[in-house]
Nanobody, 127 residues
Framework: QVQLVESGGGLVQAGGSLRLSCAAS????????MGWYRQAPGKQRELVAS???????NYADSVKGRFTISRDNAKNTVYLQMNSLKPGETAVYSC?????????????????????WGGGTRVTVSS
């Protein structure tokens, strides 16, 4: 079965940077799009960044200009470079395959493929 393992989290001071990694294995079908999510304590999980198979990227408004999602197809790894981190971005960051269904009146949306979430990697941003 598919396995996604996140790493790279840690403690960083506000304004600092971290690079997260998501290594995928055991996928029995082609994964053409991936995304990074985060869930802060007491809050719902939110999509941070994603990319499609053609290299197009999408970012939450709150992270545009500071975060960069990238991938290494040969290594089946997705990265999230996070710069100028803010205390409010303390959360557990997780990766998932994503799909882009159309929603009437809303255009294309981003939906996680796998219902089961791994442990993610914890990011703590101190003030």
């Amino acid at each position: 079965q598919v396995q996604l393992v996140e790493s790279g989290g840690g403690l960083v001071q506000a304004g600092g940077s971290l690079r997260l990694s998501c290594a995928a294995s055991g996928i029995i079908f082609s994964i053409n799009a991936m995304g990074w999510y985060r869930q802060a304590p007491g809050k719902q999980r939110e999509l941070v960044a994603s990319f499609t198979s053609d290299g197009s990227t999408n970012y939450a408004d709150s992270v545009k200009g500071r975060f960069t999602i990238s991938r290494d197809n040969a290594k089946n790894t997705v990265y999230l470079q996070m710069n100028s981190l803010k205390p409010g971005e303390t959360a557990v960051y997780s990766c998932n395959a994503v799909r882009f269904p159309m929603a009437p009146g809303r255009g294309r949306t981003v939906i996680p493929v796998f219902d089961s979430w791994g442990g993610g990697t914890r990011v703590t941003v101190s003030s």
